[in-house]
């Protein structure tokens, strides 16, 4: 990524979260198999294990995995917590935002985006969006404070209609 100038201020989180997992994993955790998925004590994020490649983070896994906390229907404290870790993952692309993969793999070189995983997205984004709409329009709390529900219902319907008009290449 450095070689080819792709560090941006935007890639950063995701760049250093993938460094921290990736030395936690590996000075503590047992040898991987190639695709095998795992996940980390206090984090719902879904990280795979590519050869070559170490711990990356699996962003339609991820979606996919918003998705089956959207459908569980009383999982709404998982499902924020989920949106609090993949929301700030997201990277500046093409004037729009996108969750990139950040390693080789069939040919490609990071960044590169998936579109699958970003339909994906939009769509794990906007049911999400619309459980904590609702939950919210009940009397709850959809995080705990309504200055905190207002940014991220925001931060939900921006990053969605984001990914949705605006994906393209680096």
Do not use: C, H
């Not at 460094?19 to 695709?35: A, D, V």
């Not at 980390?40 to 294990?49: D, I, M, N, T």
């Amino acid at each position: 990524m450095t070689r080819v100038k792709a560090v941006t201020a935007s890639r950063l989180r995701p760049l250093w979260l993938t460094i921290q997992r990736n030395l936690e994993w590996w000075s503590t955790g047992r040898s991987l198999g190639s695709g095998q998925r795992i996940e980390f004590e206090g984090s719902e994020l879904v990280w795979q294990y590519y050869p070559g490649e170490g711990v990356q983070l699996q962003m339609l896994g991820n979606f996919g995995k918003l998705n089956g906390l959207w459908g569980a229907r009383r999982q709404d404290d998982a499902l924020l917590a989920m949106l609090d870790e993949l929301l700030p993952l997201a990277s500046e692309r093409a004037g729009g935002v996108a969750w990139e993969y950040y390693f080789d793999f069939g040919g490609g070189s990071p960044p590169w985006i998936s579109g699958m995983t970003q339909g994906t997205a939009v769509q794990a984004l906007a049911r999400a969006s619309t459980r904590l709409a609702m939950r919210k329009r009940r009397g709850g709390s959809a995080i705990g404070s309504s200055e905190r529900s207002t940014t991220t219902s925001g931060a939900i319907a921006s990053k969605a209609s984001s990914t949705v008009s605006k994906t393209g290449t680096p």
